[in-house]
């Protein structure tokens, strides 16, 4: 017998039971009566199940709910706004949609009670062995028929929006969108009624207390009117009569003594002239007097005629005499007028005094009289200050039972159908497919483990001699070299699609730029874009900075080995300034912003207000590419897609998440942001 061949160095390790992993293929290829029969029953079991299993369609509506109330015209837009982010009225909603009212107006909608796939009438093989072994019971056709409506009604909140999908499942697809749209139909009329129900019972609350109100109202006013009448108190509610007709005796005062003060100054006049030289005639009443200056005339004409006469006739002459006599009368009727006047001058002093004298009186009787009436007028002002009040809550009531009931037909709610339920394509219920697949996986795995088993059992517990073993010859060095596996071929990934273009785009774009990149999915080609466009503007002689805000895996930072330096989360934290975290890149001359080392609380305002700030500054170079990692990463709770020029989402394709990516899209256009989705396609060829 020749020696037997040696083979190269091999582990001695055996598992607990005695198997060799060495001998493992050779297990499994004897015993592949147990990794071929598991699978396949299982396989078998789920086929059988998917023949009998009735299929469950699922259609899908949405809705959007605005946390703000549509505005009225008598609103104040500042009361219909909702504090905080609103996420806790549309969570409200999620169980209002799903709530009894909603249900059973879909149950009456579509006459459910009637169908034997809610109403719990169709024979199933779970009822037909409840039956047979007594444990089937009678119940309630609508309670079980909102029972199962229910478990077929679901709803979720799209995340980081106010958009809620209804989601509603039947045997046939047109049967899920009917279902799914008459939810959400039903939905928004119990929403409606709520708000009409609502108003009714504000308008009944308030013209409810309307009554009391004008009572009191009343009462305010009656003990106003007492009090004025039980106090002698005339006037309007501004001012009383007393004091309107004080302010008049007050003026007649003032301007009878002026008159007065002027009178007396004209007696004095006269009793200086009286008792001086001068004569009467320079008061100034006789030199504007009429009958004075007629007089003077007359005298005038007389002392000339006499003048003349005294040239032509003798001094006795009769005419001159008569002339003379004339003179003397003309002057004795200018002494009675001027002596008149002063007479009139002096009786209107003691005229004006005598009325000085009773305006006095009548003022000092009135005076007393407003004293009396300001002491009055404190219990009175505070009677009508609480009438007033209460008039004033009883219009202010009165309007708002006004409005209240012309509201009952309005619905302000501002809850819409966005996206009614079309016809799925597929159904939804069972997962052909991934049952199959995870049927055998589990029956490869539960097949293997079973081999390996038996074999553990059914052998000795140490190593045969391979000799003793027939058609079992060893292997040479070269057999085993020659019977492992072939090395799998190399992957090699390249980016196409949109990446190209997105390239071009950021070079036309001007300076300072800032483009944040978001994934809506993870993939290894998507964490490298990047890196990709940064070396795109690098070779076009432009000054680019990197910024890493991927918080949660910041993949970029690893790969460029900046993992321990500061960065981002040290600037947003306050405990560097972003110009210090800047780092330079040797192998690509690239500014890189690392992650960096600090931990952050969610929602920081602070942090907000520092990672904007920071963005703002490194705006001096020619573009800045920011990584924003995953979408729902944490870097956009602190509001960094609001602070850049442009939002792209790096998407592996159409579906899945793309739509939710392009409802955020819309959501960011709408708050004047652009924003959109870059589809990115990994080519995948084997290397030679």
Known sequence: MSPKPTSPEVPTDRISDGIDFRNVLGILSRRRSWVIGIPAVLCGIVVAYLLVAHPSYTGTAQVFVDPRDQYTPKDDPLQNSVPGDGLLLVESQLKIITSNEVLNRVIEQLKLQDDPEFNGERITIGRLVKSVIGLGRTEDRALVTLRNLRKN????????????????????APRAAALANAVATSYLEEQAGANSAFQRRT???????????????????????AFKAANNLVGSRSRMVTEQQLDEVNTQLTNAKTRLADAQARVRLIETIEHGDAGLEALPEAIQSAAIVQLRSRLADVSREEAQ??????????????????????????????????RSVRNTEASERTNVQNLQANFDALKKQSETNDKAMVPLRELERKAESSRIVYESFLAKAKTAEERQGIDTTNIRLISRATTPESKSWPPTLIMLAAALFAGITIGIAAALARDAFDRPGLEPD???????????????????PAPRPAV????????????????????GTTIVLVQVQRGAWLDDVA????????????????????????????????????GLRDVMNGAADVHHVVRLHKPTAMRVVPVGLSALAARDPRARQALSAALQQLRVFDRVIVDGGEMGGSASEFGLYYMADEVVFLSQGAGGKSEDAAILVELLRHRQVKARVVIVEPDVSVAA
Do not use: C, W, Y
Not at 203 to 225: F, H, M, P, T, Y
């Open 492 to 511: 090699v990934q390249s980016k196409v699609g949109r990446l190209a273009a997105l390239g071009e785009e950021l070079l036309a774009a001007p300076k």
């Open 203 to 225: 308008s009944e609350a308030i013209s409810a207390q309307l009554g009391k109100l004008r009572q009191e109202v009343k009462r305010g006013e009656e003990a106003v009117a």
């Open 466 to 484: 391979p000799e003793a073993v027939p058609d079992a010859p060893a292997l040479a060095p070269a057999d085993v070299v020659a019977s492992a």
């Open 531 to 566: 890196l990709q466009l940064a070396r795109t503007v690098i070779a076009n002689r432009l000054d680019v900075m990197l910024v890493d805000a991927d918080l949660a895996r910041h993949s970029t930072t690893s790969r460029l080995g900046f993992d321990k330096a500061p």
């Open 153 to 172: 009604v679901a709803t979720k909140r799209i995340d980081r929006s106010f958009v809620i999908d209804i989601l509603a499942s039947a045997d046939t």
């Open 309 to 342: 006469l005294a040239q032509i006739d003798g001094p006795n002459h009769p005419a001159l005499q008569a002339a003379r006599a004339q003179v003397r009368d003309a002057q004795a009727a200018i002494q009675r007028e001027l002596k008149n006047i002063a």
